[in-house]
């Protein structure tokens, strides 16, 4: 309103000038005057300026000028001061600056920084962290503005507090610099100035104080804010909460090009946790589940839903035959069954592969030779029908092998032998005693040695795989710590066909690795990435962030974000889409599917009692399985979990409409 006056009198000035062009009279000057306009409305009584706050009229006012921005930022991070749940009037303004003074004053820094550290350690002081870490920005800074890739800005930001007393004001004060501190802002009153400073903080796009901070494009566009992209569609699984608006992130992956998804993270950031709160509510919906787990951590959900939990050991009753010819149930595509033997035998070339590590092309002809000795010895030929004998096990390879009379084939049975006779031979040399009739399988590899684990997960997705093509149904495959598919070649070519396929037998394939680089590297690995529609990164390692820059195309804000989000939060692609993600589960839920120690005691001990979730996913679950202990000790359990949605529903929702009512004036200059 100062300015509004100032304004005023200054028009005046103007006019009395151009009096002349505009020839007005006199008495038409002293009537306008004598007539009550607008300002003289909204005016104020009085105006008080005080050295840190200013009265209007009743009401209190002070401003706060931020001086120091933290190092790191996210999108939407200035969120929690947009949403203040007091009225609070927030300006910032942008000003461009040309990009050659600002490189003149770069190369003098950097010049400075360096400087600096060659001084120190001329002196033999260890070098000052802060200076490295200056150096470094600058230096990067420089190399882009060069390049064109960011442009240089000024930013200033300001808040005023109104308030009805000088104790609220006070009061609010405090809560203002207290949420500042939290996001690592400096925000300093602007004492003696609080005329300039109110009349910065109206939106009239005037910035009376020019207290500047300079930043570079990309962490200017986080200050926007309104980021806020949906992702609710009408149907599909909750993967989590928006963290742009608060809104919920509904997602059918089926309804995309592909039903694939890969999540990326370091080990601890819930990757896992994410991916089991996805099967559980996919089962809901009459989704099959099948699940790789290398750390037997998908037990406790697969016992509560009452899924199949197997095991692989080797004193363990479940086995896999990797030699099992697939029986196709009638009106198959004739070309798939008479060609079952073949791509056997294909595929057991590729699990030799990897058991034997490198072959020559002489053993590649012997290994060839033999397997087809071993189905013939069982009666197994190209015929179809003689497809239902019994079929061999690792060990009549093994005495085929022994029985040619090449060198090589002495040596390739040498190399197979621990597999029949050693300690493994309770795993790889047996008849197959598992079966997928389970709407929920897992298949657990924990128990196996590191270098077992590629062999096992060949032969356990091999298995799976043979079963999918047998029959078309709504399917997730999940294979956790994909990245020791990735250490053999023709494992990771597998899990690319797999990818490449599924859509074709209706199966969504979930990749899970904390180990970005290997998956990256591997030429397959980048196929499977590119080829999945659904992508999710949580917390990221500094060390992998580039390279996953470069695939994901992630621009500096989401860069950050994910070198500095919590456990269970990260950026969630769909097709076009992206949005800052955090993953939430019911209580309940999490009970089921934490990995968390602390946690895992309680339940055990009983304090903290594991509620089994009332699911019924789909055919052939026992319901009776389902341990019955809980419903009644817990009658009230049903109304719970009828609950639980609302409640979820509940804790977004004062967050979305706060989101929808932001008290702030922007001025952008
Ligand atoms: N969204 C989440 N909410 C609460 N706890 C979580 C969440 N995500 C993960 N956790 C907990 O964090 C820990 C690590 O999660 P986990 O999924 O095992 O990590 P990862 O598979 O990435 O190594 C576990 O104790 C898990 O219970
Ligand atoms: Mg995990």
């Known amino acids: ?117 060659a001084s120190d350690k001329q002196k033999g002081k260890v070098m000052d962290p802060t200076v490295m870490a200056a150096l470094e920005d600058a230096n990067a800074l420089q190399e882009k503005l060069v390049k064109g890739i960011e442009r240089f800005f000024q930013f200033s930001f300001y808040i005023t507090i109104p308030a009805d007393s000088l104790e609220e004001l006070e009061a609010t004060t405090k809560r203002v610099q207290g949420v500042l501190g939290s996001l690592l802002i400096v925000g300093k009153q602007t004492t003696l100035q609080m005329e300039q400073a109110f009349q910065s903080t109206l939106p009239l796009g005037v910035d009376k104080l020019v207290y500047v901070r300079n930043m570079d494009t990309s962490s200017i566009a986080t200050t926007f804010p309104f980021t806020s992209s949906d992702l609710t569609m009408g149907e599909g699984v909750l993967y989590g909460i928006n963290k742009h608006n608060g809104s919920l992130v509904i997602f059918d992956r089926f309804s995309m090009e592909n039903p694939n998804s890969v999540v990326f993270a370091t080990s601890g950031a819930g990757k ?24 037997r951590e998908y037990k406790t959900l697969a016992e509560s839903v009452g899924g199949e939990f197997i095991e692989f050991a080797s004193g363990g009753s479940s086995k896999i035959n990797p030699f099992d010819i697939p029986t196709y149930d009638e009106g198959t595509d004739n070309e798939i069954v008479e060609n079952a033997l073949g791509s056997k035998i294909l595929s057991l070339h590729s699990l030799f592969k990897i058991i034997f590590g490198e072959m020559s092309n002489t053993e590649e002809a012997i290994l060839d030779k033999a397997l087809l000795e071993t189905y013939r010895l069982k009666g197994i030929t190209e015929d179809t029908s003689t497809h239902k004998n019994e079929v061999p096990v690792m060990e009549d390879l093994y005495k085929v092998l022994m029985g040619m009379e090449e060198a090589e084939s002495k040596n390739l ?250 008290k702030k004036s922007i001025a952008l200059e």
């Open 1 to 117: 309103m100062l300015g509004i006056l100032k304004g005023k009198k200054k028009k005046k000035k103007e006019k009395s000038k151009n009096s002349v062009s505009y020839s007005v009279s006199a008495d038409t000057k002293q009537f306008a005057n004598g007539v009550t306009d607008i300002k003289d409305i909204i005016a104020p009584e009085s105006i008080y300026v005080d050295f840190n706050h200013i009265k209007i009229g009743n009401k209190f006012f002070r401003t706060i000028f931020v001086s120091g921005y933290p190092r790191y930022v996210g999108a939407n991070w200035l969120s929690p001061v947009i949403t203040f749940e007091h009225p609070l009037e927030i300006s910032m303004f942008y000003y461009p600056v040309e990009s050659k003074g600002v490189l003149d004053d770069l190369k003098k820094k950097i010049t400075e920084f360096q400087a600096q550290l």
């Open 413 to 662: 049975s040498a190399r197979l032998e621990r597999y029949v006779k050693g300690s493994m031979a309770g795993i790889f040399n047996q008849r197959t005693t598992v079966n997928l009739d389970n709407s929920f399988t897992v298949f657990s590899v924990r128990n196996l040695e590191d270098v077992l684990r590629p062999i096992a997960y060949y032969i356990i997705l091999d298995f799976i795989w043979t079963k999918i093509k047998m029959s078309l149904k709504k399917r997730l495959l999940v294979v956790d710590e994909a990245w020791y598919l990735m250490t053999h070649p023709d494992s990771a070519y597998f899990m690319y066909s797999i990818a490449k396929r599924a859509r074709k037998y209706y199966l969504g394939l979930t990749t899970i690795s904390q180990d970005v680089s290997d998956f990256l590297n591997s030429e397959h690995g980048q196929v499977i990435v590119t080829n999945a529609a659904m992508k999710v990164l949580l917390k990221q390692s500094p060390s992998s962030i580039d390279k996953l820059s470069d695939v994901f195309h992630l621009s500096e804000g989401e860069k950050r974000l994910l070198l500095s989000v919590g456990v269970g939060e990260g950026l969630f692609f769909a097709g076009n889409n992206h949005v800052a993600i955090k993953v939430v589960a019911s209580p309940t839920e999490d009970k089921i599917i934490t990995t968390n120690p602390e946690q895992l005691i309680k339940i055990k001990k009983g304090l903290d009692k594991l509620e089994k979730p009332k699911i019924q996913p789909g055919r052939k679950i026992d319901i009776n399985q389902i341990p019955k202990v809980d419903s009644k000790e817990n009658p009230k359990l049903q109304n719970q979990e009828q609950k639980q949605p609302q409640e979820n529903n509940q804790k977004v929702e004062p967050k979305t409409k706060q989101a929808e009512t932001p």
């Open 272 to 295: 896992s946790y994410m991916v089991k709160l996805e099967i559980l509510r996919s089962l809901m919906f009459g989704t099959e589940c099948i699940a790789i787990d290398p750390e």
